[in-house]
């Protein structure tokens, strides 16, 4: 949040690999973004939440500005959605055990809990809600689609689910899935380079950078202010994350269809839907 002040009074184009709503909306003339927003993330959980009848939440996330930017969504899709958060807790960022603020969710009797966070925090989050027996469905951001959740949070991670982009389970997707090509391209070409699978945030920087690359390209010169209007006038750019379309209005340029639903089993993504 402070780069994008920065970047909007200097007038130079950032295009932000972070997800946090307030990036994009209000919209600011040379700030844009790639990942998917954590109101899309949100929105995505609630729909998990009506499919399953779950009226009750309790909420958990970290205290900055990722983690308070999807407290606050979660709060406006539970008003909307007339769902109750029967309680709220906050971690920091380095806080290791999260004993104290999960016992007094569970006593709270939740439906379901939502984390919203990254690493490492809500693998201790996912950890912690296990030992104390806080059997309900664990429900994480996009924040931690990346295997280091997976390896933080051992065994307690089978069974969480969450909102991510197609990049980590791309091998999963229909062979005429339109998004394929991309991913299987961009993933393979990864672990060939790094010897490891790419993570959702690796795909979010190879977006910004090859988004960065047609606006100059098409603006013709690295003029500030053509740069910026060629990245508003970008249309069905298969990225990574999703495929974007870009506006004057619209400066994060995905919709839902960026998101497919996950889950952890046996220590591996697999696409739900």
């Known amino acids: 949040m402070p780069l994008k002040d920065i970047c909007q009074e200097a007038e130079v184009p950032l295009i932000s690999c972070a997800a946090g709503k307030t990036i994009t909306d209000p919209v ?10 954590n109101a899309l993330a949100v929105q995505k959980c609630f729909e998990y ?11 958990i996330y970290v205290a900055n500005p990722y983690g308070e930017d999807g407290k606050d969504n979660v709060e406006d899709f539970a008003a909307e959605k007339d769902v109750e958060i029967v309680a709220t807790e906050t971690f920091g960022g380095d806080d290791t055990d999260m004993t104290t603020q999960l016992t007094k969710i569970k006593a709270a009797e939740p439906g379901a809990l939502i984390c919203w966070g990254t690493n490492p925090g809500p693998a201790s989050v996912t ?10 469905p664990i429900l994480q951001s996009h924040g931690v689609a990346n295997m280091k959740f997976i390896e933080l949070a051992g065994e307690a991670a089978n069974g969480v689910q969450l909102p991510a982009g197609r990049l980590i389970v791309w091998d999963q997707l229909a062979d005429d899935d339109p998004h394929k090509d991309v991913l299987r391209d961009f993933a393979t070409a990864y672990e ?13 920087a190879y977006d910004s950078f090859w988004i960065a690359v047609q606006a100059i390209t098409e603006a013709g010169e690295a003029d500030r202010a053509k740069v910026r209007d060629a990245i508003e006038q970008i249309k069905d750019f298969q990225g990574t994350a999703g495929v974007f379309n870009y506006s ?3 400066h994060n340029g995905l919709t839902m269809d960026a998101f497919v639903w996950v889950k952890i089993v046996d220590g591996a993504w697999q696409l739900v839907e």
Do not use: M, N, R, W
Request: proline share 4%; glycine share 8%.
């Open 28 to 37: 600011a003339s040379y700030v844009f973004a790639v990942p998917q927003t």
């Open 49 to 59: 939440l009506e499919k399953e009848d779950i009226k009750k939440i309790g909420l």
């Open 127 to 136: 950890k912690d809600a296990k030992t104390i027996g806080l059997d309900v």
């Open 192 to 204: 060939e380079k790094y010897g490891q699978a790419p993570s959702t945030f690796a795909g979010h």
């Open 248 to 250: 004057a209005e619209d």
